[in-house]
């Protein structure tokens, strides 16, 4: 079974506007990492927010936010207020496990572009 | 600023020539570095983990005697693709993570490699 399952391979968003990039995971581990990048098209990978498993609270970075349903194993990424530089590949992982020398797993990403 | 380069950022090569990629972690020390491969539009498929002072651990499929990993030290990591094929082509990103605290895994800027 896939780790990390990206059901969107495309979205568009108008300007200004919020859009949801879902993300599910399958683990039975208890401790675990979920992570969202951020690759525009020159390739880097940029870090975007993190979420505990045995965070209560749902994690916000900025303009993200994580909306982190354990039951449901979803972690999906709410980008508010899009801008036109928001238009990149998304990806979700997951770490299981505390240590942080413990690999990723990676969904197929989410190609978001931006409407002006 | 960047936390983990990679050298270089593109290489061009010719086929049955071998090419040497560093990774480098600029303000920690790394004991565990990873390697990716990225083909276009596509996730990143992890290929080893590197780790300091001992043999890298290869993911299932990945040939060890092509993709050779070397982890001489705690801020380097070097892959190089023996006797490069066209199909050796492709986009290699390393990414590491601080021993301990933060959870993100910090990723170098990738290295776009072609065999001609």
């Known amino acids: 079974a896939q780790k990390i399952t990206q059901t969107q391979p495309g979205m568009f968003v108008q300007e200004k506007e919020a859009v949801t990039l879902d993300c599910t995971y399958d683990?039975?581990?208890?401790?675990?990492?979920l992570f969202w990048y951020k690759q525009p098209s020159s390739g880097e990978m940029i870090f975007l927010i993190y979420?505990?498993?045995?965070?209560?609270q749902n994690a916000t970075e900025g303009r993200y936010s994580l909306n982190f349903q354990k039951a449901r194993k979803s972690a999906n990424l709410v980008i508010s207020a899009s801008q036109l530089g928001d238009s990149a590949m998304y990806f979700c992982?997951?770490?299981?496990?505390?240590?942080?020398?413990?690999?990723?797993?990676f969904g197929t990403g989410t190609s978001l572009t931006v409407i002006p | 600023g960047a936390v983990v380069s990679q050298h270089p950022s593109r290489v061009i090569c010719k086929s049955g020539t071998s090419v040497k990629i560093e990774c480098r972690s600029l303000?920690?020390?790394?004991?565990?570095m990873f390697w990716y491969r990225q083909f276009p539009k596509q996730s990143l498929m992890l290929m080893a983990t590197?780790?300091?002072?001992?043999?890298?651990?290869?993911e299932q499929g990945v040939e060890k005697d092509k993709f050779l990993i070397n982890h001489a030290s705690l801020t380097l990591s070097t892959l190089t693709v023996t006797s490069a094929h066209p199909e050796d082509s492709s986009f290699y990103i390393c990414?590491?993570?601080?021993?301990?605290?933060?959870?993100?895994?910090?990723f170098g800027p990738g290295t776009r490699l072609t065999v001609t």
């Open positions: 683990t039975s581990d208890q401790s675990y990492g």
């Open positions: 303000d920690f020390q790394a004991t565990t």
């Open positions: 992982a997951m770490r299981e496990g505390l240590n942080t020398g413990n690999q990723f797993y």
């Open positions: 979420q505990g498993s045995y965070d209560e």
């Open positions: 590197s780790n300091e002072g001992s043999k890298a651990t290869y």
């Open positions: 990414s590491a993570s601080r021993p301990s605290g933060e959870n993100e895994q910090y």
